[in-house]
């Protein structure tokens, strides 16, 4: 289990983070939600050591790691698989290759066995088809679920996805949504997804918190979040451009 206890961080004068807390429960599908500029992302990269809170606690497996020093921080980040929003493929390599690059260097798997391990990784993402192309000649859906074998390597526990639909077609997005189902209802892994995709948000939660002004507006369900009678919340997740909401 993951906790978030009282987080709060600070840019110079602007204070993004102002006493976060919240639980995120093993298995589940779990989505942060918010305006743009909100800290959803700033938050998630609290938990690998990309950022270190001001103030307040984090709980991995009940580990305090928010004070970690780098050492201590890789066996975290070994738990914990990072997508960023752009797949970070190297375009020198094929798909399996771009797999089996980790496998090599923390697995120690070599040559043959490297990349039969990163087929099979392809396999569980649908990808295997396409082992031997080339980034450049897929399209954006395709590497990210490319990059979602990548970040499998290391049999993570959780899989952070930082805004993973952004910038794909309604059919892609769709796609990569049901792979990040699967990978929890098959594999077991717990999902922490930063989106305001909200085709994505009401389609493959189980839990949403939604991040407003620094702080939790709304912690629950997608069922919770649909009833909802707080105005901030209901103009975002409607979309709709009147409303109580600040810019």
Known sequence: MISFRNIHKSFGPKNVLQGVSFDVHDGEVFFIIGASGVGKSVLIKHLVGLLYPDQGEIWLDGQEISRFDELQMMAVRRKCAMVFQHSTLFDSMTCAQNVALPLRKHKNLKGRSAEHEAIKLLEKVHMEAFADRFPAELGDGMRKRVAI??????????????????????????????????????????????????????????????????????LGTREEFRNTTDGVVEQFTNGYAEGPMDL
Do not use: C, W
């Open 149 to 218: 074998a990548r970040a499998l390597t290391l049999d993570p526990q959780y899989i952070l996805f930082d805004e993973p639909t952004t910038s794909l077609d309604p059919v892609n997005a769709r796609r990569v949504d049901k792979l990040i189902r699967e990978l929890s209802d098959t594999l077991g892994v717990t999902s922490i997804v930063v989106s305001h995709d909200l085709v994505s948000i009401f389609g493959i939660a189980d839990r949403i918190v939604m991040l407003y002004k620094g702080q939790v507006r709304l």
